[in-house]
């Protein structure tokens, strides 16, 4: 059976032999639909080095493994819904949707935190959807959007402005913070109009 024998090839990895992680990971992709099953359940695994490759397969195999990652998100251990995490951003822009609603996701602290950062490393495809959640009426998908619109640079300034104003404390506290940690020219002089104006 293809999934035993698929099983059986990611079991026999060795941690260090990266040639064959890099090998197996380009060649799953022509058995998508047997080896997303045994990738998901693989994810569970302890080796960091296997987890890494799974995590790696999953992406490259794309949006069908989307609805089988999903679920992943409710794992009450966060580094298995950090991995599927990891997995929905290695497929880039077909991802974006399942990144955007784990922003809603009811574990706020990890997941929808978690989300919006990478939905802010995958760069300026991702910075619509998260636009689209600076006035969610949940205070946390706010502040998650102002973490995650970290890894866009200057192309949030503007955002991260108009979220200055937020009618959150939390919020706006966390616009400050993203603006320090990109510290372009462009946003510590926001900062310092901040300053010069409360």
């Known amino acids: 059976m ?9 079991l026999e990895l060795h941690p260090q032999d990266y040639r064959a992680h890099e090998r197996l ?3 799953l992709g022509a058995y998508a639909d047997s080896a997303v099953p045994v990738l998901v359940r693989l994810l569970k695994v ?3 080095g296997r987890v890494q490759s799974i995590v790696r397969a999953l992406g490259k195999i ?16 966060q580094s298995i819904s950090s991995r599927a995490l990891i997995a929905l951003t290695y497929m880039g822009e077909p991802a974006i949707p399942a990144l955007a609603e784990a922003l809603h996701h009811p574990n706020v602290d990890h ?11 995958m760069g300026e495809m991702a910075l619509p959807t998260l636009i689209a959640n600076i006035d969610d009426e949940n205070v946390k998908v706010r502040e998650a959007v102002a973490l995650g619109l970290s890894g866009l640079g ?10 200055l104003d937020d009618s959150s404390h939390n919020v706006r ?8 940690r990109i510290g372009t020219p462009d946003a510590l002089k926001v900062l310092r109009e901040m300053r010069n104006h409360p």
């Open 154 to 163: 200057d192309l949030a300034i503007d955002v991260l402005r108009q979220m």
């Open 2 to 10: 293809l999934e035993e024998h698929i099983t059986q090839l990611i």
């Open 173 to 180: 506290r966390q616009a400050l913070e993203t603006l320090r």
């Open 62 to 77: 794309g949006p069908l493994a989307i609805p089988a990652l999903m679920p992943l998100l409710d794992d009450p251990t």
């Open 25 to 27: 990971v380009d060649n």
């Open 111 to 121: 997941v929808a935190m978690s989300a919006a950062a990478m939905l802010g490393s």
């Open 46 to 48: 302890d080796n960091e």
